[in-house]
């Protein structure tokens, strides 16, 4: 469904594309600009390529990598736009991107100083993994404990 819905969606792009670009036609006949010629040229042109991008982000995983562009844009805001911590600030962004975005699942965090709890319906496996992963790569905090929770 997630695939239909992409792939609709990326269509609704390129016809949208496609109509600005002929209410822009006439225009471009009516001045002698240059300027209106490209940006006749450039606007369906970038909608098209969004649009394809789109259907791809659904169909052939070019959406993780746009995922990937989103959390380190996130965590480029963090750090140049917010006052405090920022390591702390990224290491919480990235646990939330981990649990909301990769697990799929809800959680609690328990956070006293550096060490963190995550409350999180995971496996004792997953749980492992997912402390293992994010000990790894975080700068500040340290995950001590995943408890099981139930699922709401």
Same mark, same amino acid.
């Given at each position: 469904?997630?695939?239909?819905?992409n792939?609709i969606?990326?269509?609704?792009?390129?016809?949208?594309?496609?109509?600005?670009a002929?209410?822009?036609?006439?225009?471009?006949?009516?001045?002698?600009?240059?300027?209106?010629?490209?940006?006749?040229?450039?606007?369906?042109?970038?909608?098209?390529?969004?649009?394809?991008?789109?259907?791809? !982000?659904?169909?052939?995983g070019?959406g993780?990598?746009?995922?990937?562009?989103?959390?380190?844009?996130?965590?480029w805001?963090?750090?140049?736009?917010?006052? !405090?911590?920022?390591?702390?600030?990224i290491d919480?962004?990235?646990?939330?991107?981990?649990?909301?975005?990769?697990?799929g699942?809800?959680?609690?965090?328990?956070i006293?100083?550096?060490?963190?709890?995550?409350?999180?319906?995971?496996?004792?496996?997953? !749980?492992?993994r997912?402390?293992?992963?994010?000990?790894?790569?975080?700068?500040?905090?340290?995950?001590?404990?995943?408890?099981?929770?139930e699922?709401?």
């Amino acid at each position: 469904m997630a695939r239909l819905f992409n792939l609709i969606i990326g269509f609704i792009i390129i016809i949208t594309g496609i109509i600005i670009a002929l209410t822009l036609y006439p225009l471009f006949f009516s001045t002698s600009n240059g300027a209106i010629f490209i940006v006749a040229i450039l606007i369906p042109l970038l909608f098209g390529i969004a649009g394809i991008g789109w259907v791809l !982000g659904g169909w052939a995983g070019v959406g993780a990598a746009i995922e990937e562009l989103g959390l380190r844009f996130r965590i480029w805001l963090l750090m140049h736009l917010l006052y !405090g911590d920022r390591e702390f600030l990224i290491d919480l962004m990235l646990i939330q991107h981990m649990l909301m975005n990769v697990y799929g699942v809800p959680y609690e965090l328990v956070i006293d100083g550096r060490e963190v709890t995550i409350k999180a319906p995971l496996s004792r496996d997953a !749980g492992i993994r997912l402390m293992n992963y994010l000990n790894q790569r975080m700068n500040k905090l340290i995950i001590v404990d995943i408890e099981p929770m139930e699922e709401p």
